[in-house]
């Protein structure tokens, strides 16, 4: 971090760009792009992939708010679909299928909380009608479908540095990752305002020749070199996060008020799980989260509302029903999980959870 001081450069410099080698190196990517967030990187990935006015792209009901808003920031419309009653959060191939207008340009898969959704058989359906796909995979660093890595199954994809992730930075930050030269240009020229070229020296004198209108989206080289020096465990912490999930998985497996633990769901190629974030499904969640709250216990509910029925969404998709991504948002919660935790604050957690029923 002193190197970054010493040099003067905070934005868009030396360490970004040793980041994004070492990111390209990590996942295999042709091309890993620095930006300022996970959300720029999906916006900003959705316009270098084409997508605009007029066109729909397919998404999940269930996910994070930004994978919908990224297409809308792209001037395009989201579709929702529901997700599968498999465990994997994820879009239900059926229901995309069921969502397919001659407008339809990309399904976008999002990769939740541990495990990749069912590429296999999206990728297969894109091909049937000659659909692309863009992947939300800001939560998905670590995680390889038959070896190859999230977000490089289909045109492209994002890795979101936001600090709870498992690479997370001391701020915000993301990464575009594509195997696809022409994205890759287009996106490198959409992130710094249209400026064509690798290097941006001159920001304030910047000229626009490329005839593209884009936005400032750099990455903090304060925020680089945190990310390099976590990326250098990332694997240790990742194994950490696994040892944790199963910690949790044997004592929280059958207990009273707990509905689902995180299943892997099997698939016809390796895919192991990389555990951002440790998600049951559980009777009476917003009483129990309030109940370990009040036991200094945090946790997170991801998602309490699906897209379709949120404000920006509702009065264009409200009507539609989605009962899995519904039934999701209602009973899902995440218990905490990050690698300094303990087996003893695990013992803790459960035994508050196991408290909450048996009080009734
Ligand atoms: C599924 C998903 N999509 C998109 C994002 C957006 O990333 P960021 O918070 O870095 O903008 C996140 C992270 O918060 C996410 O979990």
Same mark, same amino acid.
């Given at each position: ?62 996910? *994070? ?82 070896? /190859? ?12 540095? *936001? ?78 996060? %696994? ?23 099997? %698939?016809?190629?390796? #895919?192991?799980?990389? *555990? ?14 309030? &109940? ?15 897209? &379709? ?19 999701? #948002? ?11 935790? /303990? ?12 408290? *909450?029923?048996?009080?009734?």
């Amino acid at each position: 971090m002193g190197d970054v001081v010493d040099r003067g450069k905070y934005s868009h410099g030396r360490k970004v760009s040793e980041l994004e080698q070492a990111l390209a190196g990590y996942t295999g990517a042709r091309h890993a792009l620095g930006v300022n967030s996970g959300t720029d990187a999906l916006s900003i990935l959705l316009r270098a992939a084409g997508i605009g006015p007029g066109d729909e792209v397919i998404v999940p009901a269930f996910t *994070f708010f930004a994978s919908a808003s990224a297409v809308t920031m792209a001037r395009a419309t989201p579709v929702f679909a529901d997700i599968t009653a498999d465990g994997d959060y994820a879009l239900d191939p059926a229901s995309v299928e069921a969502a397919i207008t001659e407008r339809t340009k990309a399904i976008m898969p999002v990769h939740l909380f541990s495990q990749l959704a069912d590429m296999g058989a999206l990728l297969e359906l894109a091909r049937k009608h000659g659909l692309m796909v863009l992947e939300d995979s800001a939560e998905a660093i670590g995680m390889r479908w038959d070896g /190859t890595h999230a977000g490089l199954l289909g045109s492209g994809g994002v890795l979101s540095f *936001f600090p709870t992730k498992t690479l997370g930075a001391l701020g915000d930050a993301g990464m575009i990752l594509t195997d696809d030269d022409r994205i890759a240009e287009q996106a490198s020229v959409l992130r710094h305002h249209g400026r064509m070229g690798k290097t941006i020296d001159h920001i304030a004198g910047i000229s626009n020749l490329s005839g593209v209108s884009g936005t400032n989206s750099k990455m903090d080289d304060i925020q680089a070199a945190i990310l390099m020096a976590r990326l250098s465990r990332l694997d240790e912490d990742i194994a950490r996060r %696994r040892v944790l999930a199963d910690a949790y998985t044997e004592r929280l497996t059958g207990a009273d008020g707990v509905l689902a633990v995180p299943r892997p769901v099997p %698939r016809s190629v390796p #895919s192991d799980p990389v *555990f951002y974030v440790y998600l049951i499904e559980v009777e009476h969640r917003d009483a129990l989260v309030a &109940h370990l709250a009040a036991r200094g216990i945090g946790t997170e509910t991801y998602y309490p509302r699906t897209l &379709h029925t949120q404000p920006a969404y509702a009065e264009e998709h409200g009507g539609r029903s989605h009962p899995r991504a519904e039934a999701a #948002s209602r009973r899902t919660v995440a218990l905490p999980l990050y690698p300094d935790l /303990t087996e003893a604050q695990i013992d803790t957690v459960c035994a508050a959870i196991s408290d *909450f029923y048996a009080e009734g």
